[in-house]
């Protein structure tokens, strides 16, 4: 199942060119552009790993894209994602992010029904790939 | 589009397809806006001929690379490092400004902004500490043109231990790899770049264009210091000029001579000087001219008279 997250997820996947127009769009606009990744693709997991730091006062999208080469090289089996944080004043967060690789398969997700209190069901979301230890999700080593 | 530039057919194969159509060259040289950089180069830096005649190749070349590349006649993206190499204030970075201004109009760096660093922000200060900062550098300075001023200190050659190599290996390696996206200029003195080159080959033979910046003449330093003078709307009595030429002989002559650089200096601390003189006296009433105008007893009372009448 295709985990549609944050922008143009309902899209097909960017190319590299797209990407960087989407990030010289953030940059234009002066927000400092992150690279984000995991193996734990369920909705509620908001915070993922970063690549390196934050990569603020960038004027051109060669750059991120030069970061994004080198997180694909390490973690191309894993979900990546682009995050444009907006410093000024009032905002202070993030402004737009999208996924800008993801692993080949994705197994998807099960609905886990526990029954509680008599006759009471708590339902619950788990992704099948999170069944496998960290780092060997996604046909890792 | 231009419409005077008429595309060969769709296919790619030159050999194929004659490329068909005119240029009207000075169209497009007024359309990228080109003559008036160098025309300012030409109005600003005084002397330079071999810079400029260099600037002025490069300039051409990249407008018919650009005309090339409308016509789809296919070559490499030209190599554009440079390596500047002259004295102390021969007027190295403030070219690598301009060029980064005529790379930008005629689009083959695509911001335009100018990084400049020296070896402190490309090395780092333990293991692992380098590769990180050299890279933030390098992102930073993406799409305009990173000028690495004093580049021989990148190199250590006595502590092989050194962590500058990190750092040039992976200049060297951006260079290559991504050479539409960064232009990179090395500037130092002379003969402490040979030296760099002859222990980095690798640079010397990505760089395409290696300048020499020549010292500049006394006449030349007169012409500098009077537009020095002129932007700062201060200007020189003409006695004081007369003394002003002498001054530059003598001082030329003395030890750690830096040029333009030096006659920036001679001319702030005569500007101390004029103020001193005008505050001495508080009753005068003064003119725009006085305040405008640097005496001869300004420039007199540098230390390069007294030393050169003492022995």
């Known amino acids: 199942m295709r985990v549609t997250q944050g922008c143009f997820s309902f899209l097909p996947d960017l190319t590299d060119e797209q990407i960087s127009r989407q990030v010289q769009y953030c940059l234009g606009k002066g927000w400092a552009v992150n690279i984000e990744f995991t193996d734990d693709p369920h909705p509620r997991n908001s915070f993922w790993e970063m690549w390196g730091l934050p990569m603020f006062d960038l004027r051109d999208a060669a750059g991120v894209l030069m970061e994004l080469n080198e997180c694909r090289k390490v973690y191309g089996d894993r979900y990546i994602r682009m995050s444009a944080f907006d410093s000024s004043h009032g905002w202070e967060s993030v402004r737009l992010s999208f996924i800008v690789n993801r692993p080949k398969e994705e197994p998807g997700f099960r609905l886990e029904r526990h029954e509680v209190d008599g006759r009471n069901i708590r339902y619950t979301t788990k992704s099948y790939a999170v069944d496998r230890p960290e780092g060997q999700r996604y046909g890792g080593k | ?311």
């Open chain 2, 1 to 311: 589009m231009n419409p005077q530039v008429t595309a060969p057919a769709a296919t790619r194969d030159v050999s194929e397809t004659q490329p068909s159509g005119q240029v009207d060259l000075r169209r497009e040289f007024n359309e990228v806006g080109i003559g008036e950089v160098l025309d300012q180069l030409d109005r600003e830096l005084i002397g330079l001929k071999p810079v400029k005649t260099r600037i002025r190749e490069i300039a051409s070349l990249l407008l018919i690379e650009r005309i090339r590349k409308r016509m789809n006649l296919t070559s490499e993206v030209p190599t554009l490092h440079m390596s500047f190499t002259g004295n102390p204030g021969t007027g190295k970075t403030t070219v690598a400004l301009r060029i980064a201004s005529i790379l930008h109009k005629l689009g083959f760096v695509r911001r335009g902004q100018v990084v400049s660093v020296t070896r402190d922000e490309l090395v780092g200060q333990y293991i692992g500490h380098t590769a990180p900062k050299t890279k933030e550098i390098l992102k930073k300075a993406m799409g305009g043109v990173l000028f690495i001023d004093e580049a021989y200190y990148l190199h250590r050659p006595d502590n092989e231990r050194d962590y500058g190599q990190e750092a040039i290996e992976i200049l060297l390696q951006v260079m290559e790899s991504q050479r539409e996206d960064l232009v990179v200029i090395l500037a130092g003195y002379g003969d402490r770049m040979d030296k760099f080159f002859a222990s980095n080959p690798g640079f010397r033979s990505r760089i395409a264009h290696h300048i020499d910046f020549p010292d500049y003449s006394d006449v030349e330093l007169l012409a500098i210091a009077e537009l020095m003078l002129h932007d700062m709307n201060y200007k020189l009595s003409p006695d004081a000029r007369q003394a002003f030429v002498r001054y530059i002989a003598l001082r030329k002559a003395q030890p750690l001579f830096s040029n333009a650089r030096s006659i920036r200096n001679a001319l702030d601390r005569m500007r101390l000087r004029q103020a001193n003189r005008l505050v001495a006296d508080l009753d005068r009433v003064l003119s725009a001219d006085d305040i405008m105008s640097l005496e001869v007893s300004d420039v007199l009372a540098s230390r390069v008279f007294s030393n050169s009448s003492s022995g």
